[in-house]
């Protein structure tokens, strides 16, 4: 349990939701609608099972969802903002009817974001914490839900030789830094989540080191959203980079839990539901 100085923020404000956090992590569902992500291989990249997929995470107890249509995986060739929007656009708009859940759309293409929003999506969830002075000004005219997350490089480079000197310090500036200038340019302190973004520029022990401490994120004042489904790391851990990565994700998600994180960025939506359940229910989060 967190000692006292820690306050975790119960709540996120979206553009016309509100998420109440509570002592499990909200799990937010992954929909890539890419031919070439790292988790799903290109399995939902069809519109129809694009959205498919989102009903049953929605049905398996997802809290809201997260599509995308721009791979990040390391070394990932980068797409235009028409390609995204051909491949994204209807997927949203599909489930923004045919679910209750808050949408969140995962891009750093402004033009992507601003359709996505029109579009009934609730979030921009943007991979480079929208440095994007176009983003910057969408996210705080629409009053939408933003989750700025930390990056060192890009998908291209990100993984050639990221270096800290203090990754839990260095990440922890970043995102304290990021989070002003947003407040500083109009986006209301409540609508802001942060991400210390896992994978994203960090070797194993980077990774490691930022799970193991989470909960000091929370002194920042913000929801905290962690990704760590199905990385590279879990493989890297276990000494398989072939094998099924669902249980390591799932142990990382009890840690997390029990670090009180506020929303989990995940795959197997269903899985971690369980997990957590049993987990709370057996004392695994302290009180």
């Not at 998420?19 to 290109?42: A, E, H, K, Q």
């Not at 995470?57 to 997802?62: E, H, S």
């Not at 790391?233 to 094998?243: C, E, H, K, L, S």
Request: glycine share 10%; hydrophobic share 40%; aromatic share 4%.
């Amino acid at each position: 349990m967190p000692p006292p100085e820690f306050h975790p923020s119960d709540r996120w404000q979206l553009r016309t939701k509100t998420l109440s956090t509570g002592r499990l992590p909200l799990l937010m569902g992954v929909i890539n609608v890419t031919p070439d992500s790292f988790s799903d291989g290109g399995k939902y990249f069809e519109p129809a099972a694009a959205v498919e997929h989102g009903i049953q995470l929605a049905g398996q107890g997802a809290d809201l969802l997260d599509v995308g249509g721009q791979s990040t995986r390391p070394g990932a060739t980068p797409i235009d903002a028409e390609e995204e929007l051909c491949r994204v656009l209807p997927v949203i708009e599909a489930l923004c009817k045919q679910t209750s859940l808050p949408v969140s759309i995962d891009t750093f293409q402004p033009t992507m974001a601003e359709a996505a929003l029109d579009a009934g999506a609730e979030i921009i969830n943007d991979i480079t914490a929208l440095r994007n002075p176009a983003m910057l000004r969408l996210a705080a005219c629409s009053g939408c839900g933003v989750c700025a997350m930390h990056i060192q490089g890009t998908p291209q480079t990100m993984q050639e030789h990221p270096t800290y000197q203090d990754v839990v310090a260095e990440v922890f500036q970043f995102l304290t830094e990021r989070r002003e200038t947003l407040i500083q340019e109009g986006i209301a302190a409540e609508r802001i989540a942060l991400d210390p973004g896992i994978g994203f520029g960090k070797t194993v022990a980077h990774n490691l080191d930022l799970l193991r401490n989470a909960r000091r994120f929370h002194t920042l004042g913000s929801p905290l959203l962690v990704g760590p489904s199905r990385k590279q790391f879990i493989g890297q851990v276990i000494g398989d980079p072939t094998a099924d990565r669902l249980p390591g994700t799932i142990g990382v998600a009890l840690a997390l839990a029990r670090q009180r994180i506020q929303i989990l960025r995940v795959h197997d939506v269903a899985a971690i539901r369980q997990a957590l359940l049993l987990f709370e229910t057996t004392g695994g989060i302290e009180k």
